[in-house]
């Protein structure tokens, strides 16, 4: 496991290894001690989700607020994405600011979002599969859901038509959400 850190606090690329021969490939997708050690984070993951997008689907921006707040642990395991998360911790210098990573399929790479951002991606390619590890339960009644096209956050989405969910298409801006920041 290689750890890559970001210019945004405890967002961190996660690396870890991929050994493939002619029967096909290995990875250990996660190993609790060994990304406490890595990582200094003694976080409890709670819950694994798994999503199947089609190509052109756009998922988030999506965050629960405190005290169901929720870090992330994300990978691709079919397909590709342009993944997309937005500080909204607003004593951090990275504030209101977004930080984008390309995650494919076989690539040996995870994105671990801390508590106190949004998260969002686009699926690059049909049948994409998205998984993720959560450090609290999903509560709808926590969630919020930054517009992923308010142009205070600079978000450079891929060309191309971009399918949202009714929710995700009534997202908020960065300023209606202010008073939620964390």
Not at 30 to 47: L, M
Not at 140 to 150: G, P, R, V, Y
């Amino acid at each position: 496991m290689r750890i890559e850190k970001t210019e945004f606090r405890d967002l961190l690329v996660v690396h870890l290894p991929v050994f493939g021969d002619e029967r096909g490939r290995f990875q250990e997708t996660f190993k609790e001690a060994q990304f406490r050690i890595e990582t200094g984070f003694n976080i409890t993951f709670v819950q694994d989700n798994e999503s199947l997008s089609s190509k052109g689907v756009l998922r988030g921006l999506h965050a629960q607020k405190s005290p169901k707040s929720q870090a992330k642990l994300l990978r691709v395991v079919r397909g590709s994405i342009l993944d997309v998360v937005v500080d909204l911790r607003r004593t951090e210098p990275t504030f209101g600011k977004s930080f984008q990573i390309e995650l494919k399929e076989r690539d040996g790479k995870s994105l671990f979002i801390p508590e106190g951002f949004v998260h969002g991606f686009y699926c690059h390619e049909d049948q994409t599969i998205v998984q993720y590890k959560c450090t609290n339960y999903y509560d709808k009644n926590s969630e919020i859901c930054l517009n992923a096209f308010d142009t205070s956050v600079n978000i450079h989405w891929p060309e191309g038509e971009k399918l949202l969910s009714e929710k995700d298409q009534e997202g908020q801006s960065l300023e209606e959400l202010s008073d939620l920041f964390f």
